[in-house]
């Protein structure tokens, strides 16, 4: 008798439908092993990589009854495991390509249509990061005194990210002339 476990277990090792499974093992009356070797037969499902082989614990006895068939290990090929190295290596490149943008990119503090400070965005993000109470806060006070903040470079020097950065500018300078009593008109 074929169980539910049995049926998902091999639906998911084979990648193959409910149906698939569940006919494939009621041929091999429940046997898992048998129906991943019956699958790999008719091409269903990739064979252990290395050539390594499946054996089931019927036929090998028959075959060889002085073995022990409790030191056999059956081999499972699976395309989707990535090891931790691959992994590790696509991570460290998500790294450096982004340090690499974030030092393409400037951010610039800007007073009075000058340029007063350029630092690349990497400096910055680690500022903010690791001190954020010091940083934002300076840079909101900035806001206050006149100061406007730009990105420059390919990634981030679009027009858009600018205008945001000026309606930021805008509403601190509007802000402040609301508090000193000047009245508005934008």
């Not at 499902?45 to 056999?72: A, L, Q, R, T, V």
């Not at 503090?109 to 000058?114: E, R």
């Amino acid at each position: 008798m074929v169980t539910l476990q049995q049926v998902e277990e091999l639906r998911k090792y084979a990648n193959i439908t409910f149906n698939e499974a569940k006919e494939a093992l009621e041929e091999t009356n429940g046997d898992i092993l048998e129906a991943i070797i019956n699958l790999e037969k008719n091409g269903r499902i990739k064979p252990p990589k290395n050539e390594g082989y499946y054996c089931s614990k019927d036929s090998y006895e028959d075959s060889h009854n002085d073995s022990n068939i409790d030191n056999i290990q059956p081999e499972f090929y699976d395309d989707s495991t990535t090891s931790f190295y691959e992994i590790l290596n696509k991570v460290i490149s998500f790294i450096k390509k982004l340090f690499a943008k974030g030092n393409r990119n400037n951010f610039e503090v800007i007073k009075d249509g000058k340029r007063i400070m350029s630092i690349p965005v990497t400096i910055l993000v680690v500022l903010v990061v690791f001190t954020f109470w010091i940083t934002i806060p300076t840079m909101i006070i900035g806001l206050f005194l006149g100061y406007k903040y730009a990105f420059n470079g390919p990634e981030l020097g679009k027009e858009k990210v600018n205008r945001a950065m000026d309606s930021v500018s805008n509403a601190a300078e509007n802000l402040k002339k609301e508090f000193k009593g000047d009245k508005t008109h934008d």
